[in-house]
């Protein structure tokens, strides 16, 4: 028996009644069957709500490009690295000089922290946030000056400013926020990234949720770059991409930037990520879908947050954080005994869970089982 499935059913999700067919019929199932949720986890094979990854996997195209790739793996990277930069200019319209890559954004996160560190410069940060530049500065015996975020849990500018010192030459800013999945508004960002560019100091904006945002006070400040040399953009393609485990960052600098960062460290790509990456960012139909599915599963942990009374998050990303009222380990260990991993404790909000959106009927799953514990 043969099943044919069409793109249109995979996207739809009819591509489960057809992987669940083929999996009965005992032919060998060439459909994605990452595509059918997680409802029967087990110890071995848990719901994995607490590293913000993507559960659905690559585009198919994605998958296809690394396939043939790997033929091809023996080689060095010398032209591919360059027909990825291209293709990341191209989608930004930013020149191809403002383009590096790194094996994942945190390679990038790692240089601009070394450059800075060799500069002398101390490192500024919001808490809580993404932990690597902090991490790195303090291996480094960087000066860090860690900024609470504001009671609306947004990165808090005005604090920010009021601690800069002269010896701040980098100032971090991860946007969307991760644990919080709160953004930065547009112009506010403009405005202290003009100001601290003026006093010599590098904005570095972390945009590893980029893709998910859906907020008109949002805007990615690739814009700003062209104008400006004291402004880093870092994306990833671990997360609507799903290239965690197969590593692709970008970066869009000044060339300056790009010169230094090329003078202390080599190209870390590898063939099939390349070409795995050149077919996912052209691939925006799977892109829509995965962002649809992320809303989905938003509107189901909202809508339990809202009959338990628990204060929330909304987010603009591809996960969530919520005020449990007990601490977030004693949350992650009961979850853990129903096979569903959720968030770590983060610094200054113990209670609060960051939990990191999978597939509706796994998010319903939850939904059962965290109202079977709490509610
Ligand atoms: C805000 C942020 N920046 C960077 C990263 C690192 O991503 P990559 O896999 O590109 O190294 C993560 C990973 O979770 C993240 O949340």
Known sequence: MTTKMTRRDWLTGSATAAAATLALSGTKATAQTFMQPNVNPTAENPIRAHFNENPYGQSKMAIKAMKDAFDKSHLYTFREVFDLMGLMAELEDIPFEYVTLGAGSTEILEKAAVLNHVSGGAVMSPTPTYGDIARFSKTLGTK?????????????????????????????????????PTIIEKNALKEFITEMSNRG?????????????????????????????NVIVTRTASKIHAFAGVRIGICYSHPDFVQKSYGLFSNTLNYTAIRGAMASYRDTEYQAFLKQK?????????????????????SNANFTFFNAGRPA???????????????REFKLYSNWVRLSMTKPEEMKYFVEKYKQEYA
């Open 144 to 180: 860090l000056i860690e900024v609470p975020v504001g009671d609306d849990l947004a990165i808090n500018l005005e604090a920010m400013r009021a601690a800069m010192t002269d010896e701040v030459k980098l100032i971090y800013l991860c946007n969307p926020n991760n644990p919080i």
């Open 294 to 314: 992320n809303k989905e599963c938003l509107e189901i942990c909202y809508e339990m947050f809202e009959e338990l009374g628990l204060e929330y998050v909304k």
């Open 201 to 229: 100091v590098t904005v570095l904006v972390d945009e590893a949720y980029h893709e998910y945002v859906d907020n008109p006070d949002y805007e990615s400040m690739v814009s700003m770059v062209r104008e400006n040399k």
């Open 329 to 343: 380990l004693e949350v992650a260990e009961t979850m853990k005994k129903h096979h569903i991993l959720t968030g």
